[in-house]
Structure formats: structure tokens, C-alpha cells
């Protein structure tokens, strides 16, 4: 069974920072196309950023350019989204979410990520 487990979420004032942190099980992690969406009551889940199997390629959504960052650590089975420079329009329910295996591109999607994790609130104050 695959689980997908964010943590690191909170409160925090504009301006700060967090580090969401994803466990992943069941699943060879290594092989996967993993990404970070967020999404607020009555919008569309939006791709934050996402990271290729091989950590050798990453791609942001223009709402993380240049503020957070994206990593993996494969011998852990663990996904990292650090997240700088927050505003208060960054609030939402961040999730991970694993594509496929052995993907060469990072989709934006959210159809084309198989397994998702239950989320994790970020709210940022003003």
C-alpha cells in the first residue's frame, strides 16, 4: 500500500519561512516523478513544483520561482519543498503527490500523479 505522508505545515508571518517534508512507502521511490501541489477552498489543485527521479531536473510553478525549492532524498524516501519568502496568498493545503515510474518529464497535471498524500496547511499571516 502506498502512503504519502506530508509534514512541516503551519503558521508563520509573510516574509518567513517552512520546510514541508514528504514520507513516502510502498512504492520505489527512487523511480518516481514526485511533485508538490497546493490548493484553497474552491480553487483547482495547482502544481507548486515537481522533481525528477534522478533529482537532476526540477520544475516550478510560477508561483515558486525563485522562492522555493524542491528536493529529494532517495535513501530516505523523503520529498523536501522549502518554502522562502512567504505571502499570505501562499495559504492553502499543500500536497505531495508520485506520478508514475520512470517518467522523462515532470508533469504539471495533477491527472498525471497517480498517488497523493493527505496534505499538510500552510497559512501565512500579514
Known amino acids: 500500500q502506498v502512503q504519502l505522508v506530508e509534514s512541516g505545515g503551519g503558521l508563520v508571518q509573510a516574509g518567513g519561512s517552512l520546510r514541508l517534508s514528504c514520507a513516502a512507502s510502498g512504492l520505489t521511490f527512487g523511480l518516481y516523478v514526485m511533485g508538490w501541489f497546493r490548493q484553497t477552498p474552491g480553487k483547482e489543485r495547482e502544481f507548486v513544483a515537481g522533481?525528477?527521479?534522478?533529482?537532476?531536473?526540477?520544475r516550478y510553478g510560477d508561483s515558486a520561482k525563485g522562492r522555493f525549492t524542491i528536493s529529494r532524498d532517495n535513501a530516505s524516501n523523503t520529498m523536501f519543498l522549502r518554502l522562502d519568502s512567504l505571502e499570505p496568498e501562499d495559504t492553502a493545503v499543500y500536497y505531495c503527490?508520485?506520478?508514475?515510474?520512470?517518467?522523462?518529464?515532470?508533469?504539471?497535471?495533477?491527472?498525471?500523479?497517480?498517488?497523493w498524500g493527505q496534505g499538510t496547511q500552510v497559512t501565512v499571516s500579514s
Open positions: 522533481i525528477s527521479w534522478s533529482t537532476s531536473t526540477t
Open positions: 503527490a508520485a506520478s508514475e515510474p520512470w517518467l522523462t518529464s515532470i508533469g504539471v497535471d495533477s491527472a498525471g500523479y497517480r498517488y
